[in-house]
């Protein structure tokens, strides 16, 4: 079955073709973070226009890349939630428009699950069960994974995201939006062991996470450094910034360490924006080998927004027969395990 794959939640314009058969054909990928750069964050409004721009033009784009035409397309997914309002919305039109147009089968796909089967399009994808550590801009969660749809929440963040966290602690040193790469590359100038930063909510039981205590102790720190140096120097911004990574990193990874002793799996899979962080993963890797552990991720490209985890997603619904309505499903807020199995019909977690 062939599905045409779009992502339209926020700040990056995804689409791409994937074959239940075949696998991954073409893929298209258009962020407007040059865009939002001067407004130190994504518009809204913006974000939708250009989606409205991008959207078609990239459609046939990734059709003529995979040397395929809308005619031979079998379902359509787009992502439907959570995400900006208006620029689901873009999303759900295009998609509806179309496969009402080709009289094919369409499917609103939640933006997380995307993220969390994204590693299932790399080589060695990860069997179920899992333990899924989802790491973004607007969430942080750690997820027991039976299958698709069986996702128990095991814990999550009870403030800021791990990603939102970075983009705050990127600002704070002087750094441009997206802040978590930026922060990262800063880092690895950093002295390690110059400041001690808190892992938060370690040393208490538990596995869920706060982040906005380290968001102050960073603010804390980078206005004690100001008042010691005036403009900070180049160094002690880099010191602050490896400090803050370190102890976001250790507190995931000593949270992912106990959902695994918790749960007894010994797969762990890392997906979202900040599943594209490199000590992250070395750091996840390290534990789980002492553990007997696995660790799985996609390639960078498809850790951040992209068209292919949303075909792939959707995909694996389509073919076991869940579509939408005739309506658009546009949801931006939407939690993760209200979604149905994947042998539910679609009706039974969904806001139609
Ligand atoms: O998954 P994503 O592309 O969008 C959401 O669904 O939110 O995640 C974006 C987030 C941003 O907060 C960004 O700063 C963070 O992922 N991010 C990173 C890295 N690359 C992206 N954080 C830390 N290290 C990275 N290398
Ligand atoms: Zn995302």
Known sequence: MLILGIETSCDETGVALYDTEHGLLAHALFSQIDMHADY????????????????????????ERAGRTRGDIEGIAYTAGPGLIGALMVGGSVAHA?????????????????????????????????????VSGGHTQLVRVDGIGAYEMLGESVDDAAGEAFDKAAKMLGLDYPGGPRVAALAEQGTPGRYKFPRPMTDRPGLDF?????KTFTLNTVHAAQKEEGTLSDQTRADIALAFESAVVDTLMIKCRRALEQTGCDRLVIAGGVSANRRLRASLEKMAGKHDAHVFYARPEFCTDNGAMIAYAGAQRLAAGQRDGERIVAVPRWPMNALPAIDEPRSSGLVD
């Open 98 to 134: 179309l496969g009402f147009a080709l009289g094919i089968p369409v499917l609103g796909v939640h933006h997380m699950e995307g993220h969390l089967l994204a590693p299932m399009l790399e080589e060695n994808p990860p069997a179920f069960p899992f333990v899924a550590l989802l």
């Open 40 to 63: 130190g964050g994504v518009v809204p409004e913006l974000a939708s226009r250009d989606h409205v721009r991008k959207l078609l033009p990239m459609c046939d784009q990734v059709l």
């Open 210 to 214: 706060s982040f906005s205590g380290l």
